[in-house]
């Protein structure tokens, strides 16, 4: 699966749009962007995934770049409760295996 | 449904000893992965399953690892001797064929003294 590299900590105000950034610019064709998040001493969450169309969904919104060598995952409204690690992995299709890097610390600022 | 279901939640063992931590997927999930997490290394698969059968144990750091699925329901992380350097956090997690969701348990957090 292709590398992704994604900053070490982002700080956001609370109630603002916190955008986080992914670059992965070997993605290949078959391969999705999925991103999880953890907070403090839990387990990892699903948050959402693509192939190269922006999705959407209760949770947060991906914006993939056209060449697909990049995307960003957006929170709309930031509260504190989304301070947690944010991983953005890439994995192919049927591929199960799911491998977190080191992931963007998020702290929401009140 | 319950999630997935780690047990024990804390663990305290002394070095040497042997530690088995236990795990239940979501009823029905035919994928179970094992993770180790630690401040210095971050999430790291050790092994993980599919279909009770073992894909890919690359991660296992050694032999003092290891890992079953006796059956669809139920699955072991055992460390035998248990050194210091194996405390961490211990995640398991779990996923349907078709599904892009892997869901988590809370964890087991594992000090070797």
């Known amino acids: 699966d292709a590398k992704t590299t994604q900053p070490t900590s982002m700080d956001c105000a609370e109630g603002r749009a916190a955008n986080l950034p992914c670059n992965h610019s070997t993605i290949s064709g078959n391969e999705y962007v999925y991103w999880y998040r953890q907070i403090h001493s839990q387990g990892p969450q699903y948050i959402i995934h693509g192939l190269k169309n922006n999705e959407t969904n209760e949770m947060a919104s991906l914006i993939i770049t056209e060449d697909r060598k990049s995307s960003t995952l957006i929170l709309p409204h930031a509260t504190l409760r989304d301070t947690a690690v944010y991983y953005c992995?890439?994995?192919?299709?049927?591929?199960?295996?799911?491998?977190f890097g080191t992931g963007t610390r998020l702290t929401i600022i009140p | 449904d319950a999630g997935v279901i780690q047990s024990p939640r804390h663990e305290v063992t002394e070095m040497g000893q042997e530690v088995t931590l236990r795990c239940k997927p979501i009823s029905g999930h035919n994928s179970l992965f094992w993770y180790r997490q630690t401040m210095m290394r971050g999430l790291e698969l050790l092994i993980y399953f599919n279909n009770n059968v073992p894909i890919d144990d690359s991660g296992m750091p050694e032999d003092r690892f290891s890992a079953k699925m006796p059956n669809a329901s139920f699955s072991t992380l055992k460390i035998q001797p248990s050194e210091p350097r194996d405390s961490a956090v211990y995640f398991c997690?779990?996923?349907?064929?078709?599904?892009?969701?892997?869901?988590f348990g809370q964890g087991t957090r594992l000090t070797v003294v």
């Open positions: 992995i890439v994995r192919s299709f049927g591929n199960e295996k799911l491998t």
């Open positions: 997690a779990s996923i349907d064929r078709g599904n892009t969701e892997a869901f």
